[in-house]
């Protein structure tokens, strides 16, 4: 079982503030959380394979293709700045 100092010592870690009432609320619930997993691994699992996800899943995308933008103006005239025929954004990476 959980305590109070371990969830203390937890949000210490996590850089968090919490208040009393957070903590107890925070203490009883990691406490089932822990609980559920004793339970779990009581199961035996010894001729069951690993797996990532429950479900096998595909990943359905598109192929990209490169077009160009039939009204290139229009899209710059929506930005709010721009300098010639580029969108203008701030610098955000200093040159050293």
Known sequence: MIDREQVRKVALLARLELTDEEEEKF???LGDILDYFEQLSELDVTDIEPTTRAIDVSN?????KLQPYP???EILQSAPEQEGE???VPKIMSGE
């Open 71 to 73: 009204n290139r103006e």
């Open 86 to 88: 580029y969108f203008k």
């Open 60 to 64: 359905v995308t598109r192929e990209d």
């Open 27 to 29: 203490t009883t619930q």
